[in-house]
């Protein structure tokens, strides 16, 4: 009598237990990767030693009655070799990356200073019709004004020239420096 009546509850009890040892099989993994890790160990290594962990504690071998053969020996060493092959990609892959990196800026920055030099030519252009218009204008109502103020407009058109040459060879030498980046 008294087991059905706490049969619901026993139920629940192990649900939970087994829900606490699935727990632990889990912490008791991360117990053993933590013990694997090293500092600044990657992904790839841990996942590697962990891998080993495992293989060795499924063995019916004990780890200290492994026999170091020719075989294990010349797997080590290619291990080593392929681990080196694998730094070297990784370092050609960020120098390729920075590279890239680099020639991606000075494309951008050229196309800044062409789209500056675009902007300023067309303001130029401006300046120089409106001149144009001022000075006919003071022609035709005989005004100094006007006549100042076209001048003032052609001062600001040869500023505006001197700052496009200026920008003509910055963006000719982005280029040049892009050419020695290739």
Same mark, same amino acid.
């Given at each position: 009598?008294?087991?059905?009546?706490?049969?619901?509850?026993?139920?629940?009890?192990?649900?939970?237990?087994?829900?606490?040892?699935?727990?632990?099989?889990?912490?008791?993994?991360?117990?053993?990767?933590?013990?694997?890790?090293?500092?600044?160990?990657?992904?790839?290594?841990?996942?590697?030693?962990?891998?080993?962990?495992?293989?060795?504690?499924?063995?019916?071998?004990?780890?200290?009655?492994?026999?170091?053969?020719?075989?294990?020996?010349?797997?080590?060493?290619? !291990?080593?070799?392929?681990?080196?092959?694998?730094? #070297?990609? /990784? +370092? %050609? @892959?960020?120098? $390729? *990356?920075?590279? =890239?990196?680099?020639?991606? !800026?000075?494309?951008?920055?050229?196309?800044?200073? #062409?789209? /500056? +030099? %675009? @902007?300023?030519? $067309? *303001?130029?252009? =401006?300046?120089?019709?409106? !001149?144009?218009?001022?000075?006919?204008?003071?022609?035709?109502?005989?005004?100094?004004?006007?006549?100042?103020?076209?001048?003032?407009?052609?001062?600001?058109?040869?500023?505006?020239?001197?700052?496009?040459?200026?920008?003509?060879?910055?963006?000719?030498?982005?280029?040049?420096?892009?050419?020695?980046?290739?």
């Amino acid at each position: 009598m008294k087991n059905a009546k706490y049969a619901k509850l026993w139920e629940v009890f192990q649900i939970i237990f087994n829900a606490m040892s699935w727990q632990a099989a889990v912490e008791r993994g991360f117990s053993i990767n933590n013990e694997l890790m090293v500092e600044n160990m990657k992904e790839e290594s841990l996942i590697a030693s962990r891998f080993v962990y495992d293989t060795v504690k499924s063995s019916a071998v004990h780890f200290s009655e492994i026999r170091l053969t020719p075989r294990l020996k010349r797997n080590v060493r290619a !291990a080593r070799m392929k681990y080196q092959l694998h730094l #070297e990609d /990784q +370092r %050609k @892959l960020t120098v $390729e *990356s920075e590279k =890239s990196r680099k020639k991606k !800026a000075v494309q951008d920055e050229i196309r800044a200073v #062409e789209s /500056q +030099r %675009k @902007l300023l030519k $067309e *303001s130029t252009a =401006s300046m120089s019709q409106e !001149a144009e218009a001022l000075a006919m204008q003071a022609e035709k109502k005989h005004s100094f004004i006007l006549l100042a103020k076209s001048n003032a407009f052609r001062q600001k058109i040869h500023e505006s020239e001197a700052n496009e040459q200026s920008l003509c060879k910055q963006a000719h030498s982005l280029k040049e420096k892009l050419m020695f980046m290739e």
